[in-house]
């Protein structure tokens, strides 16, 4: 146990964890810029 490369183990962890992210889709943050959205419809309205 004491002679085991963790930050290779971290590595692979991570690595393993984002594969099985992306591949099944799991829960992602999705984001949208307000003022941007406000701005268009404001445009869109107006002509």
Same mark, same amino acid.
């Given at each position: 146990?004491?002679?085991?490369?963790?930050?290779?183990?971290?590595?692979?962890?991570?690595?393993?964890?984002? !594969? *099985?992210?992306? *591949?099944?889709?799991?829960?992602?943050? *999705? *984001?949208?810029?307000?003022?941007? !959205?406000?701005? !268009?419809?404001? !445009?869109?309205?107006?002509?």
């Amino acid at each position: 146990m004491k002679n085991l490369d963790w930050s290779l183990i971290l590595f692979v962890g991570v690595s393993l964890t984002t !594969e *099985y992210w992306n *591949y099944w889709g799991l829960p992602r943050v *999705y *984001y949208w810029n307000l003022k941007k !959205e406000v701005l !268009e419809d404001l !445009e869109t309205k107006s002509s």
